[in-house]
């Protein structure tokens, strides 16, 4: 099979396996309204398919340096889409949501990175940019179409049809991946074996790690809350809630869709002008909207999608080049490990994010204020807290090169 081949079959199933990322996310301001929930609450089932990645990414990224990486990613896709369909049929609280969201992020933990090193193992530095970039634009198309099944399929059904719908998508994922990818051999001949303390020794790559880490507190933050956004800023113009969060959905998903092909082109523009100074440029600028798009719920609608679309392009972009300057910066026999690591850096600060936007929503609207208008009124602070997280990623980067001299720049 051709390496392109390959990697559009992969990017196919990777999309079924993303279908459960935001699907709870797209129904967030059903379930809270339903179940009675806090903002705070809310945020924390959020986060919890976050912990549940944590939990098990550092073990089977790990994992992969020693068997068949197919194998732990077959596997895994079932089960994100098994805990899922039981996250529709039985969730019907705080505690269940928590438990049933935490046992789908166990599946991812063994689906994307280990996809992502199946990736930098087809494909050489010179098209490495181009091939990760794709493989994360499928991240992020499926998480976009997550949001754009649950939120039509919550408007023409209902919330628990819409989550059991979306998670047969990793269960298809996982078929189409376990007939149609070659196994991949745990290490390359000849390659040293793997080795934790080296990746931990390795200054350059903890720091464009630490650079991952602000990108995820940023990403998934602003994904966490941007339906439950839009659906304040729609329910203010008196649109009904439900129809509110439908809407609501279909607009992010465009938005993070964006962020879909921006990788990709990130991924080519840092082959070309190099991995530090796009990395830097792009997180700038996405602080940037962090630090305004709170703010801007009382503008025109036609602004405010308009700015949305800019951020969405912007907060997903650099994503991939982060990846591959990791991939770059470690010996490839102990990439699973580099990868574990990244993830759980990476993934902490994207567990923690939503949690901590949630509190803050809670600090600055009053329950009584909420009651009163039918909506959460204030999200400037919130988003200005994700733009804050954001900044640290370009200086971590730029002492990343430095340090590593011309193998990265």
Not at 21 to 44: D, M, R
Not at 267 to 281: A, C, W
Not at 317 to 330: D, G, I, M, N, Q
Request: hydrophobic share 55%.
């Amino acid at each position: 099979m051709r390496d392109k081949t390959w990697l559009y079959l992969l990017c196919i199933a990777e999309i079924g396996t993303m279908l459960v990322l935001l699907n709870y996310s797209a129904v967030l301001p059903i379930i809270k309204q339903e179940w009675g929930l806090s903002n705070t609450e809310a945020g924390l089932i959020y986060s919890a398919y976050q912990v549940g990645y944590i939990i098990l990414v550092v073990i089977l990224s790990t994992l992969t340096d020693y068997i068949d990486t197919k194998k732990i990613y077959v596997l895994s896709a079932i089960w994100a889409g098994l805990a899922g369909i039981a996250f529709a049929l039985f969730a019907d609280s705080f505690t269940t949501g928590l438990i049933f969201r935490c046992l789908t992020g166990f599946g991812l933990a063994g689906t994307y990175m280990p996809g992502l090193k199946m990736v930098s193992a087809k494909f050489g530095p010179e098209k490495r940019g181009w091939a990760i970039g794709l493989y994360v634009g499928a991240f992020s198309l499926g998480t976009a179409l997550s949001l754009l099944f649950s939120g039509v399929l919550s408007g023409l059904f209902d919330w628990r049809t819409a989550i059991f719908v979306t998670s047969l998508g990793p269960i298809a994922g996982g078929i189409l991946a376990a007939v149609s990818l070659d196994s991949m051999p745990p290490v390359r001949t000849g390659e040293e074996k793997a080795s934790l303390k080296a990746v931990i020794n390795n200054r350059p790559a903890l720091l464009v790690m630490l650079g991952y880490a602000a990108h995820m507190w940023e990403m998934f933050g602003m994904r966490g809350w941007i339906v439950a956004f839009f659906a304040a800023a729609m329910v203010s113009r008196n649109f009904d809630v439900a129809v509110a969060t439908s809407y609501g959905a279909v607009l992010s998903a465009a938005i993070i869709m964006m962020g879909g092909f921006s990788t990709a082109l990130a991924g080519s523009l840092s082959d070309r002008f190099g991995r530090v100074r796009t990395i830097q440029v792009i997180m700038v600028a996405s602080a940037a909207c962090s630090f305004l798009f709170g703010w801007i719920k009382p503008w025109p609608a036609v602004i405010i999608i308009l700015f949305s679309l800019v951020y969405g392009v912007l907060v997903t972009a650099e994503s991939s080049v982060l990846s591959t300057s990791v991939t770059e910066l470690v010996p490839f026999g102990s990439l699973g490990s580099a990868m574990a690591l990244q993830s759980l850096l990476g993934w902490s600060a994207a567990a923690v994010a939503p949690a901590v936007f949630g509190v803050i929503l809670d600090l600055t609207n009053s329950p009584a204020r909420v009651a009163e208008l039918g909506y959460t009124s204030v999200w400037g602070p919130a988003f200005v807290i994700l733009g804050l997280g954001a900044l640290l990623g370009p200086p971590a980067v730029g002492l990343a090169g430095k340090l590593s001299g011309n193998h990265y720049r």
